[in-house]
């Protein structure tokens, strides 16, 4: 389903998705995380409580009209394909627990470009100036599939159903409403791309509790993991599958957006770079969503993003306190 030998000769990420049958998420903006159970826009706004209870929702922020990610004291990381969103960073009341702090960012860092990108990644970090209360721990493993995930976004709920044959098949995409949802769902797989590892998860009839996909403007938003009790993060949302159509006619405007759990009976692709078929199989085939890979850019990601070591802090701690005393200890005595 990867016609992985068109991307090479492809340039921007956008174009890159396009190749291979994935839609960029900034392709329509401020849409978002979309529910297989329920299409109530109120669902998954407020922090998750219970199993999914500090997953990643209070490291989340949002920059423009979408999210990013708080790695370290001074950085977030978010997607490059969607742009540059303005000079500030938002640590909003619904995910602090408190009310919004607004962060500035540090647009003369790295020598004035304002950000740094991940080389051959979708992956962009900033810098604010001021400081964070807290950050993500990075996933740095290599056993994502399997592991329950949840991500974040910004948007709508689901839109009109997909029918194929009366049957349903999924949702369509909506218009924005500019809300940040969670939802959750399973790693089923880890592409290689030449947009660097691609974690994958399909969006399944029957998923997890809050089972989810993506949709226009979930870019950049925060992908989590259970690594042994804490959640961290292991990806940043890229893209999803798409465009889909009924027909393969170009040039009829019948192409739409959808989060599908059966393309069956659907065209994927688009005008530009053409359709392809899915068979209506008993079998369900679903659409995808797909997140950039922290793990295999952790390092690189940390070299930018510095977190002080403990004992750093401890010093500066210790060396104040030893000024304090030198300074006693050579007041001369009465
Ligand atoms: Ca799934
Ligand atoms: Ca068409
Ligand atoms: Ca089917």
């Known amino acids: 389903m990867f016609p992985r030998h068109a991307a090479a000769l492809l340039t921007g990420p956008r174009l890159l998705a396009a190749a291979l049958g994935l839609w960029c998420l900034s392709a329509v903006p401020s849409q ?32 423009g009209s979408y999210l990013g990610t708080i790695i370290a004291p001074q950085y977030f990381i978010t997607a490059q394909h969607y742009g540059t969103q303005g000079g500030t960073f938002t640590h909003s009341g ?9 962060y500035n ?3 003369a860092a790295n020598g004035g470009a304002g950000y740094w990108d991940i080389a051959g990644t979708d992956l962009r970090i900033f810098k604010v100036e001021e400081y964070f209360p807290y950050y993500a721990p990075l996933y740095t ?9 949840v991500t974040h976004g910004m948007g709508g709920p689901r ?8 049957d349903l098949h999924g949702w369509e995409h909506t218009g924005s409403d500019a809300t940040a949802r969670w939802g959750t769902n399973t790693v089923s797989g880890i592409y290689s791309t030449a947009l660097g ?3 994958t998860a399909s969006f399944s009839a029957s998923g997890t509790l809050h089972e989810a996909s993506l949709s226009g403007g979930d870019s950049g938003g925060g992908v989590f993991v259970n690594d042994g009790g804490v959640w961290k993060l292991a990806g940043v949302n890229y893209s999803i599958d798409g465009r889909f159509d009924t027909n393969n006619t170009t040039g009829d405007g019948s192409d739409f957006d959808a989060a599908l759990f059966d393309r069956g009976g659907l065209y994927q ?13 008993p079998l369900d085939n679903p659409s995808n ?28 701690m210790l060396a104040a306190l030893c000024g304090v005393c030198q300074r006693r200890r050579i007041t001369p005595q009465p």
């Not at 839109?159 to 009366?166: A, N, R, S, T």
């Not at 692709?269 to 199989?281: K, T």
């Open 32 to 63: 978002a995380i979309l529910f297989y159970d329920t299409g109530d826009a109120n669902h998954n706004t407020t922090a998750p409580t219970g199993t999914f209870e500090d997953s990643g929702w209070q490291y989340e922020g949002k920059y």
């Open 94 to 102: 619904i995910f602090n627990g408190g009310s919004d702090v607004i």
């Open 105 to 107: 960012i540090d647009l």
């Open 141 to 149: 493993g290599t056993l994502e599939v399997g592991l329950t995930l």
């Open 159 to 166: 839109g009109d159903e997909v029918l194929v044959g009366g």
């Open 197 to 199: 590892d691609l974690l």
């Open 269 to 281: 692709g688009s005008d530009a770079f053409g359709w392809s078929y899915n068979p209506d199989l």
């Open 289 to 316: 969503l797909y997140a950039s890979r922290i793990s295999t850019n952790a390092a690189a990601i940390m070299s930018i993003a510095v977190v002080p070591e403990p004992h750093s802090a401890l010093l500066v």
